[in-house]
């Protein structure tokens, strides 16, 4: 009998049957139809538990969700070591595969970003669906640019209570007020609960300096980019040399910090290295592509920019991917993704695969190049594109890498690299490009490592 002819009784009492043979474990599960489709993705703290509850005779599942039994034929599912791993990759998966029955998540608008100002005299922290700071009218607000943002995070309440935490040790402000430097209003201003509290040095009130509040807030900014451990590291130490000169309460003060920001850090597991968690620089779009046509002594400001990224571990299950910028903005309708064959650890092999692969089409005129062509990597990298695209009958676009650490830009026919300073716009965009590149390759590895529930 074929499984699409099976009673719906005896269906529900097998998919129920292997409900409750899963692992006693924190996970996701993936409900397929017949044709091996995902047509569902949720979490589970216990996942025997959960899925059952949708196969059970009393099961009442509502209109949205009452139809899916309908249509399930079977159940995969990824361990988790946490629920907030499952959280975590509940959110990337229903991103990813856009099941029909998932009416939550699948609107970029979900993920919440956080946002540390710069161009203010005391930089405030917030939390906004809207990282670009667009308003309805088009414009950009004075204190988003050369903001710093972060995200996109899982939940808004969550990132919300971590923020709260993370005020309790940088005692940053959250407040929308306009405070300026040596302002004679300031010193008659009264500063909300939170400076009672202890949770903000209220700039507002001049009660604390421009030097000092900047280092709070630098502090911070360390904390949530690469410099977090050491951070840890420096924070124990001082407990203990407190503890020994028997300074108890400043020990204690500093064990509170070290707890706040351990309880900050849970954003992600970074064993898996695929969360969508990146750092925005955002640039302006047209500031960002005429920046870069200078650099590279372009005609015309590159109106389309395509990225290339390759991730592996360890040689296995080797992907690539290709993420595309028009007018400065990501395209996402042009992003590709590729499995490659044979490659192993090789990323030279890999990119010259995934190079030739992409653009065949147009290196036999079938179809446009773009304006620039950037690889993730150093000179290696580059050479390897080159090299493929030299076997294209049509002359290739500007080719440049943009190696990480350093950040230089190497461009084809040049020996030396490009240096530019850290908040050059063309910089910048290409850093978003590359980033962009990244994060959408470590998230088709993860899938691919994950018991392969998508196919390419």
């Known amino acids: 009998m074929n499984e699409q002819d099976e009673p719906r009784a005896e269906r529900l009492a097998r998919l129920l049957k292997r409900a409750r043979s899963l ?41 949205a969700k009452s139809p899916m039994l309908d249509v399930v034929q079977d159940v995969e599912f990824i361990e988790c070591e946490t629920e907030f791993e499952a959280l975590l990759t509940e959110n990337r998966l229903i991103k990813d595969i856009r099941p029909r029955f998932n009416v939550r998540l699948t609107d970029d608008k979900t993920f919440p970003y956080m946002v540390i100002t710069q161009r203010e005299d005391f930089p405030r922290v917030f939390v906004t669906r809207n990282p670009a700071g667009v308003r309805p009218d088009g414009t950009t607000p004075e204190y988003m640019k050369g903001a710093k943002v972060f995200g996109p995070f899982v939940n808004a309440g969550a990132l919300r209570e971590a923020v709260q935490v993370a005020q309790r040790v940088f005692k940053f402000r959250d407040c929308k007020l306009d405070i300026v430097e040596g302002d004679p209003k300031n010193r008659f201003f009264r500063p909300c609960l939170l400076y009672s509290i202890g949770q903000c040095t209220a700039p507002c009130a001049g009660k604390v300096s421009l030097t000092a509040y900047g280092e709070q807030v630098d502090r911070f900014v360390r904390f949530m980019g690469s410099k977090r451990s050491r951070m840890l590291v420096e924070l124990r130490r001082e407990m203990e040399e407190a503890s020994k000169a028997l300074e108890f309460e400043r020990a204690a003060e500093l064990r509170d910090q070290i707890a706040a920001i351990e309880k900050l850090e849970e954003r992600s597991s970074r064993r898996d290295g695929w969360q969508p968690e990146t750092e925005i620089g955002y640039v302006e779009p047209e500031k960002g592509m005429r920046s870069l046509q200078k650099t590279l002594g372009l005609d015309e400001p590159p109106r389309v920019v395509e990225g290339f990224d390759i991730a592996h571990l360890g040689g296995n299950e080797t992907v690539a991917s290709k993420v595309c910028f028009v007018d400065g903005r990501p395209f996402k309708s042009e992003y590709r993704r590729f499995k490659i064959k044979g490659t192993g650890n090789d990323d030279y092999a890999s990119i010259r695969e995934v190079i030739s692969r992409r653009y065949r089409e147009a290196g036999a005129g079938h179809e446009l190049y773009p304006d620039v062509i950037l690889i993730d990597g150093g000179l290696g990298q580059l050479h390897a594109a080159m090299e493929s695209l030299r076997e294209m009958d049509v002359p290739a676009p500007m080719v440049i890498s943009l190696a990480k650490k350093e950040e230089l830009i190497y461009v084809q026919e040049r020996e030396a690299p490009i240096r530019l300073g850290r908040e050059n716009f063309g910089l910048r965009l290409c850093q978003q490009v590359r980033d962009e590149a990244h994060r959408f390759a470590r998230h088709y590895h993860h899938i691919l490592r994950r018991k392969k529930v998508v196919g390419e």
């Open 23 to 63: 692992p006693a474990v924190p996970g996701v599960y993936l409900m397929k139809d017949a044709k091996d489709v995902v047509v569902y993705v949720g979490k589970a703290r216990k996942l025997p538990d959960r899925v059952a509850s949708y196969f059970v005779p009393s099961a009442d599942l509502g209109p």
